[in-house]
């Protein structure tokens, strides 16, 4: 069975640019999360899926971070504009429920310039 | 104050020793307490997954928890190189989950 898949594994972008990461997760996996980590810190929240619907964005930074996830089964993050302080590895992970085992994809790091 | 500290390391033992990996945390509402390992460029990937205050073993694994103290544990016996990793601590809160700053570990044979 395939795990979660991100894609790209590594981008490197200037500042002011668009960057879309991709998160596809386990099938039949309701919940998907979108996790950062930046360098030196703790994998701090983003939001999270229950099917299509965000269930909780509490963690998103800022307005320049848009996620969705049509349909509800893959999941996009775009960044626009891209500011230095966005580098990190986002990480995205999926569960059957809530308080259930979360799996992670390998991330996807994010260089701005 | 963060919700959940974690001693960032490093920590570097040699092969065969016993492990000692903490977190404390200060929202009592969490209710499930996990401990992730992540290798280098890799995602983490659980490796203890408990509920209630106790011990939970796993081979040389031994996660504790100690909710009046808001204080978990997670032990390796008999260390080994591959144990190398970063272990970090993860709580539940229904839909929220929080981590730690994770631990890296270094076990040199």
């Known amino acids: 069975e395939a795990g979660v898949t991100q894609f790209p594994s590594h981008s490197v972008i200037e500042k002011g640019q668009t960057v879309t990461l991709r998160c596809d997760p386990i099938s039949g996996h309701d919940n998907l999360y979108w996790y950062r980590r930046v360098m030196g810190k703790e994998i701090k929240f983003l939001l999270h899926?229950?099917?299509?619907?965000?269930?909780?964005e509490s963690g998103m930074p800022n307005n320049r971070f848009l996620a969705e996830r049509t349909g509800g089964t893959y999941s996009t993050l775009k960044v626009q504009p891209a500011e230095l302080e966005d580098s990190g590895v986002y990480f995205c992970a999926s569960s059957q429920g809530p308080g259930e085992e979360l799996f992670f994809g390998e991330g996807s790091r994010l260089t701005v310039l | 104050q963060k919700e959940v500290e974690q001693d960032p390391g490093p920590l570097s033992v040699p092969e065969g020793a016993i492990v000692s990996l903490n977190c404390t945390y200060s929202?009592?509402?969490?209710?499930?307490f996990m401990w992730y390992r992540q290798y280098s460029r890799k995602g983490p990937e659980l490796l203890m997954y408990?509920?209630?205050?106790g011990n939970k073993e796993d081979g040389r694994f031994t996660a504790q928890v100690d909710k009046s103290s808001k204080y978990i544990s997670l032990f390796i016996r008999d260390s080994q190189p591959s144990d190398s990793a970063t272990y970090l601590c993860a709580m539940w809160n229904n839909n929220d989950m929080r981590f730690g700053a994770g631990t890296r570990l270094t076990v040199k044979p």
């Open positions: 899926f229950v099917k299509e619907s965000k269930q909780d």
């Open positions: 408990t509920y209630s205050s």
């Open positions: 929202n009592s509402a969490f209710q499930y």
